[in-house]
């Protein structure tokens, strides 16, 4: 009996260590799939650049943290090639491995990950949007502190155009970002269909979750936004997510009697007025594990699966596209969205007959967004003197002396309008976010 109990114990032992081991190297080798492609590319100035970024399962303000391991697994393989996209071959990962197009970024020793991590930012450019979206990208790196990274859609003809002025930018702004870009990419069998709805490209956040696999939390934002204060604060939302919340827009408006989609919609959409998706913050992890109630079928869709059917069942009701899609999918899912005030999403339709976000008139606009066009022509003039102060301000000068100052001479000419009337509330926190920024400078040796 003894001899029994002796071998039994020493069998324990063995099969003790050597399940130890295996979950040794199991854990050893999650952990290099967890890494991003960081094999140095040179770009046309000589420099190395890499990325890198370890995934997060839950929200948070921490964003993604930067990680320097992995060097040089992914296979290069072109987005065009994918069918679907979204579908990775084996021994492909990280951002890299989704282009074919150059990419520019800096390394992530230069963009440090000060006090809680870096925000990250989604932009798609398409037509005549280059300045435009310079301008967003403007607003965020002069008002923010935390490090911001940047993921860029666009034309391949809009590549070099980008990646020269964000190059071109002074050294000391470059260190408070990185940016990566990328080309406009649909799935094969309907790219064409995807590509035109509502304006050009639009539709092309609706498949960030599935193309950018490796982020947790994205900010998304249409090329017409101002940030008026840093954006690590709309960033730091995700930590007021529940349990359900895996997406936060604003409503597409404060008063139902101008309301769009109470009056126009052919379709379902979220709440008394639907939601406007300029201004769209999202868990992705959470967006790609959810299981969406829908109104074609009694069984529920992930994401990758609800789009297609959605676009062919309601193409011929939708009037803004890829948004109306999103408030056709929170309308059948509420408890998933987040819902933020209008002043984090402040457009012409919220002061053009009157003030009616009442969160700004009591804390200034947070996000100025232009839409209907309102930076270039002369119908909306508070607005288009926010956009030409961020434009024209030269990196470097006194913020006080070159943007505020000037901004506030030009939005006294706009008080003819409803909006120059409330041009006050642009430029509420926006002085509170000068005013930080140039105390940090200070406090730097």
Request: charged share 25%; glycine share 6%.
């Amino acid at each position: 009996m003894r001899c029994y109990h002796r071998a039994f114990f020493l069998c324990m032992v063995s099969t003790s260590l050597s399940l130890l081991y295996v979950f040794t190297q199991l854990a050893a080798t999650s952990e290099d799939r967890e890494g991003w492609d960081l094999k140095a590319q040179e770009g046309p100035d000589g420099r190395s650049h890499d990325t890198g970024h370890l995934l997060r399962k839950t929200p948070g303000s921490a964003g993604l943290r930067d990680r320097d391991a992995g060097l040089g697994r992914c296979k290069k393989r072109s987005v065009s090639y994918w069918r679907p996209y979204w579908s990775l071959p084996a021994g492909v990962c990280g951002v890299n491995c989704l282009l074919e197009s150059s990419v520019g970024k800096r390394s992530a020793s230069e963009v440090g990950e000060r006090g809680g991590g870096r925000s990250h930012l989604a932009v798609v450019a398409c037509g005549p949007r280059l300045e435009e979206t310079l301008a967003m990208l403007k607003s965020a790196v002069l008002l923010s502190h935390k490090s911001l990274h940047f993921y860029v859609f666009a034309e391949d003809d809009l590549h070099d155009h980008f990646r020269n002025a964000l190059d071109s930018w002074p050294r000391t702004v470059q260190t408070k970002f990185n940016y990566t870009i990328y080309p406009i990419t649909f799935p094969m069998e309907n790219a064409k269909e995807w590509k035109k709805l509502f304006k050009p490209c639009a539709s092309q956040r609706l498949f960030l979750p599935l193309i950018l696999k490796e982020v947790d939390s994205l900010l998304y934002v249409d090329t017409d936004i101002i940030f008026l204060q840093p954006v690590e604060e709309i960033w730091g939302l995700l930590s007021q997510f529940n349990s359900s919340h895996l997406a936060a827009m604003a409503p597409e408006h404060e008063e139902p009697r101008i309301g769009w989609y109470n009056r126009f919609a052919r379709h379902p959409y979220y709440g008394e007025t639907g939601v406007n998706s300029g201004v769209m913050l999202m868990n992705m992890t959470r967006l790609r594990e959810k299981s969406f109630k829908n109104d074609m079928t009694t069984v529920a869709l992930k994401w990758e699966e609800i789009l297609m059917p959605l676009l062919q069942k309601y193409k011929l009701n939708i009037t803004w596209g890829d948004q109306d899609l999103l408030n056709i999918i929170f309308h059948h899912n509420p408890e998933s969205l987040y819902v933020f005030p209008c002043q984090w999403n402040y457009r012409p339709d919220h002061c053009i007959y009157g003030s009616n976000c009442q969160q700004a008139d009591q804390e200034g606009v947070f996000i100025l967004h232009g839409n209907r066009g309102v930076y270039h022509d002369d119908k909306q003039p508070a607005f288009r003197a926010v956009y030409e102060a961020i434009r024209q301000y030269a990196f470097g000068e006194d913020m006080e002396t070159s943007l505020l100052q000037p901004l506030e001479a030009s939005l006294r000419s706009a008080a003819h309008t409803y909006c120059g009337r409330s041009a006050h509330l642009f430029t509420r926190r926006l002085r509170r976010s000068i005013a930080s920024v140039q105390r940090e400078a200070d406090r730097r040796p």
